[in-house]
């Protein structure tokens, strides 16, 4: 008798467990959000906060450059009509939002909207290439990460809240990297890619503005101007891909320290991957240190 109420015992916690097992399982495939962003970078920082508990989506998921040069296609209706959640930076960058909003049936983030966000003003023209600032990163990911916590139940949330401070905690780390690079970097410092102009947007870093055109191409004028700096100072010119680097040292005798950095973001095969804006910006920390003088750059 006692054994058969054991087993009968056994027999209850099994199914017990069995249950809650399955019943965590179907929540969780309920709650599975669908979330569309506009452009990868942005999709990547809300990867990195709700990992596997939600379908994260990138309208540029695919296509090559940045959103200016975006082309509509058919299955990004059904995919802003699909989601729960559309996340996007601004209508005066991402431009192809506009045509695509009369079919949104979800909830819409503008980040430009966030209170805090730091935004660069180039003459008439404003710089939305914002994620390259560590502190826009972060105070980003605090809005996403309250808006997300609302969606989930307590289980979720504790996964959640977990992920957000993972990726807090490494964006301090880098942070303190890049302001100790800084402070021993003794060069000015010339940007001429747009997208990476964020992550030197800081008090810290010494940089001389120049003119470029709207695509981003060095004009005459910023040969000149940096031509003329570079008799006076230590110049490190901050290029981007589509930049040809062994011209501009030529121009220059080699006088002038070039580093080349990949502002674009590109996602795997699998899809969109939580750690490319962290390891991003760890790169290009990496190779800023190309900009110290020889001895300095371990």
């Given amino acids: 008798m006692i054994f058969f109420k054991l087993k009968l015992f056994r027999l209850s916690v099994i199914a017990f467990l069995i249950f809650n097992y399955c019943s965590i399982n179907i929540i969780f495939a309920q709650k599975k959000l669908r979330i569309v962003t506009s452009n990868i970078p942005i999709a990547a920082i809300v990867k990195a906060i709700v990992k596997d508990l939600a379908k994260v989506e990138s309208l540029e998921f695919g296509q090559t450059g940045c959103s200016h040069g975006y082309q509509l296609r ?3 209706i ?3 009509q699909s989601a729960d959640l559309i996340i996007y930076i601004d209508d005066r960058f991402e431009h192809y939002m506009t045509k695509l909003s009369s079919f949104f049936q979800s909830q819409v983030i503008r980040l430009s909207e966030i209170e805090g966000i730091s935004l660069i003003h180039n003459r008439a023209s404003t710089n939305w290439h914002i994620w390259y600032d560590i502190n826009n990163v972060k105070l ?3 809005e996403l990460y309250k808006l997300f916590e609302k969606q989930f139940d307590s289980y979720a949330r504790q996964m959640l809240f977990e992920n957000y401070q993972k990726l807090i905690v490494q964006l301090n780390i880098i942070q303190e990297k890049q302001i100790d690079l800084f402070k021993i970097l003794s060069t000015d410092i010339i940007v001429l890619d747009s997208a ?6 800081c008090n810290k870093a010494k940089v001389v503005k120049v003119p470029t055109n709207c695509h981003g191409a060095v004009t005459l004028s910023a040969m000149q101007q940096i031509k003329s700096l570079s008799k006076e100072r230590s110049l490190c010119l901050i290029l981007g891909q589509r930049h040809e680097i062994t011209h501009l040292s030529v121009l220059f005798n080699n006088k002038i320290k070039v580093v080349r950095l990949e502002s ?3 996602p795997t095969k699998e899809g ?6 962290l390891s ?3 790169d290009i920390i990496a190779k800023l240190h190309d900009c110290l003088p020889h001895g300095n750059g371990s």
């Avoid at 990476?196 to 947007?201: A, D, K, L, T, V």
């Avoid at 969109?272 to 804006?277: H, T």
């Fill in 196 to 201: 990476i102009e964020y992550f030197f947007n």
């Fill in 140 to 142: 980003i990911s605090l």
């Fill in 280 to 282: 991003k910006l760890y």
């Fill in 78 to 80: 059904y995919k802003v």
């Fill in 74 to 76: 058919p299955g990004d």
């Fill in 264 to 266: 674009e973001m590109c």
């Fill in 272 to 277: 969109i991957d939580d750690k490319l804006i």
